[in-house]
């Protein structure tokens, strides 16, 4: 399986295939410590992201992943705001997606995330991928929106203190 990363455009947003370069913008939008309350860890330098960039781009080991990643251009502005993300696995089932997003504090409240995530879901629907997971934690309210403006539904299914979401695809 080899599905790549491809220019999505939604109604404001250009989400652009991940690059190595993007690292110093990206720095900058994902400064805030805060933006880690619910997924641990603390912002990356430049350095870090360019070389955590490059082994994404460079793409999974496994001929069975593919890693898709974009970073979120609000076009208006002309600035990276974010990141999306796909990692999509062969199974028995059919192709799943396992997507993340995160928007940068400044931009965050303006619909930047759940437009992102809806136009990342609509881009895996045209793939062969038959379901989409998310793993958010229970008290993170604004993404728990966003996967569900994007067609995503809780599950009982808990993973490593998430609620696991999810949507199956029907084409």
């Keep these: 399986m080899d599905i790549r990363p491809q220019l999505i455009r939604t109604a404001r947003l250009d989400l652009v295939p991940l690059r190595e370069e993007h690292a110093e913008q990206m720095a900058v939008a994902l400064s805030d410590p805060g933006l880690h309350?619910?997924?641990?860890?603390?912002?990356?330098?430049?350095?870090?992201l360019r070389s955590r960039y490059?082994?994404?781009?460079?793409?999974?080991?496994?001929?069975?992943?593919?890693?898709c990643n974009w970073v979120i251009s609000?076009?208006?502005?002309?600035?990276?705001v974010g990141t999306v993300?796909?990692?999509?696995?062969?199974?028995?089932?059919?192709?799943?997606?396992?997507?993340?997003w995160v928007v940068g504090t400044p931009w965050q409240r303006r619909g930047?995330?759940?437009?992102?995530?809806?136009?990342?879901?609509?881009?895996?629907?045209?793939?062969?991928?038959?379901t989409v997971i998310a793993h958010i934690h229970p008290d993170h309210q604004a993404s728990a929106?966003?996967?569900?403006?994007?067609?995503?539904?809780?599950?009982?299914?808990?993973?490593?203190?998430?609620?696991r979401w999810e949507l199956t695809v029907t084409s």
């Design 74 to 80: 609000l076009r208006e502005e002309r600035r990276l």
């Design 54 to 67: 490059q082994r994404l781009v460079t793409g999974s080991p496994d001929p069975a992943v593919s890693w």
């Design 112 to 130: 930047i995330a759940a437009e992102a995530a809806q136009g990342l879901v609509g881009w895996l629907g045209g793939h062969p991928v038959r």
């Design 145 to 163: 929106a966003v996967a569900a403006s994007a067609g995503l539904t809780p599950t009982d299914h808990l993973h490593d203190g998430e609620v």
């Design 85 to 100: 993300q796909a990692t999509v696995t062969a199974d028995r089932a059919g192709n799943t997606a396992e997507v993340a």
């Design 37 to 48: 309350e619910f997924i641990g860890g603390e912002p990356s330098d430049i350095v870090a």
